[in-house]
């Protein structure tokens, strides 16, 4: 094509899909209307794309780069403490789950749902964006464990990706109940789970 | 229509769809899939249900029934003690999770994952599937709060919601990362989360 590729149009793109996947999934969400949200049209998007599984797996690279940005500005990062970067990091996923759901659930956990067996790009783009979020929790996971002295039969990486997991799970509840109150309830279980870890709290 | 409707079939619809929809999600499962698979003619679908919508809201209510009447006969249920009943769940849905995450995942986790915004049917459908299923620990959750003289500053209900949440969490990373053992690793967090908060284990 003669046209150069314009990045706004392509992180426009992008983010729509952010929004319709996260509203009603990925295999409900056509291309038509990820051009019409992005205002863009569909001679542009084929001029970025091959098709809508290629906008899938690539905006999934984009929204770990997108909420990365954020969750690498938030404040939790400045503790002292490394267990206090864990649980601040917590504090603040629970936080953002508030209003609609499309609005704090999960762009590549509500994909993978779907698209696991039938796109392994979507697939793999998705476990790259969960246990790469994971894994920056995991040098703060090791320097609490040895600052507390805890003898671990898990890993660090297991108990990052179990926040993973927990946060992925609050957002099903909290589309299936209607209210993202069943989602924070669920994330502050694994607030008492990581401090009942690291006897930090007197209760149980 | 003038022919009796048969339960079987009607069944067989519903059955087809849970594998369906765990291997590709509810979006992208036809109604002529479902047929073929259930060995079906579309008549006798639309003798049945309405629409795919319908079929998804009845199918979640049998979904509740059948995997109900499995984990009414497992046999973590004949424990003295009601803290190693609720282990015993944990340990049970642990067992579960094995081969191909089409057949250990949840049909109405993956099934609202998508559909809870645009179907307020199928939504209330899952809800009631999940909701219900967790309400069956309550009892051996208090049970095991009165036993162990627990002064817990969370509810049974709010406990035994966290759990479906860490599976169908669970679920999320087993089919993104291709491995169950993902999904059996943050479910054995859920198991060492349990234990702390009845003060079983010495670690910590």
């Not at 809508?52 to 404040?75: I, N, V």
């Not at 507390?148 to 957002?171: C, E, K, M, N, P």
Request: charged share 20%; hydrophobic share 45%.
């Amino acid at each position: 094509m003669g046209r150069t590729a314009n990045p706004a149009t392509r992180d426009g793109l992008m983010e729509a899909a952010f929004d319709l996947v996260r509203a009603k999934g990925l295999a409900a969400t056509s291309v038509d209307e990820i051009c019409a949200a992005a205002s863009v049209s569909k001679g542009a998007f084929f001029h970025h794309f091959k098709s809508k599984e290629q906008l899938a797996a690539a905006a999934a690279d984009h929204w770990s780069e997108t909420t990365g940005r954020m969750f690498e500005a938030a404040p939790y990062h400045d503790a002292d403490d490394p267990l206090d970067r864990v649980l601040g990091y917590i504090a603040f996923r629970a936080q953002l789950i508030d209003g609609a759901p499309q609005a704090f659930t999960c762009f590549v956990g509500t994909m993978v749902q779907e698209a696991y067996a039938t796109s392994p790009a979507v697939q793999a783009a998705c476990w790259n964006s969960i246990s790469g979020h994971a894994e920056r929790l995991v040098e703060d996971i090791e320097a609490a464990v040895a600052r507390y002295g805890i003898d671990a039969d898990w890993s660090a990486r297991s108990l990052a990706l179990h926040t993973q997991a927990v946060l992925q799970g609050a957002f099903i509840l909290a589309k299936a109940s209607g209210e993202p109150e069943a989602a924070r309830d669920t994330v502050h279980h694994l607030k008492r789970y990581v401090e009942l870890l690291f006897g930090r709290t007197g209760r149980a």
